[in-house]
């Protein structure tokens, strides 16, 4: 018994394990509808820190319809070299700048995955000066996952 309740114990804490996500990624946007609901899907390839993650596809809708900032949002599928998956969801702001860009603040909220994902919880910070106009762009994301 008691050594089945050691073995538990290990496992458990195994799974609660917190580990960085730090990234950056080149990304691309396909817009699917214009505004005013404008809705993107948007792909990055890079690296992270500790979890090599190598590639994330998120749709997002970007609300014009008030005034900036603009309230954004929508799933993302986040993909590791061995072939693993997290998904998040996520919400932000995009907020105009007077060249033209926009600053893209959102944080996701890890809402599960597969393989060493499949219990993963968390929540990490993405930022990215974004021009509508190029159709490559760079993120940076930091967080934390918990598996």
Do not use: W
Request: aromatic letters at 8%; proline letters at 7%; glycine letters at 10%.
């Amino acid at each position: 018994c008691t050594i089945t309740l050691l073995s538990f114990v290990s496992c458990k804490k195994e799974r609660n394990r917190s580990v960085p996500i730090e990234g950056t990624y080149t990304t691309t946007n396909e817009i699917l509808e214009p505004a005013p609901l404008l809705k993107q899907r948007i792909t990055g390839i890079g690296q992270s820190t500790h979890l090599d993650i190598i590639k994330f596809v998120a749709v997002s809708v970007m609300n014009t319809t008030t005034p900036p900032p603009f309230q954004i949002g929508g799933p993302a599928t986040f993909y590791a070299g061995n072939g693993d998956v997290f998904y998040t969801t996520f919400s932000g702001t995009s907020t105009p700048n007077p060249d033209g860009t926009l600053t893209v603040v959102m944080t996701h909220t890890i809402t599960g995955g597969t393989g060493k994902f499949k219990h993963g919880s968390g929540t990490f910070i993405g930022t990215t000066i974004a021009n509508l106009k190029n159709p490559t762009n760079t993120i940076v994301l930091k967080g934390v996952l918990i598996f």
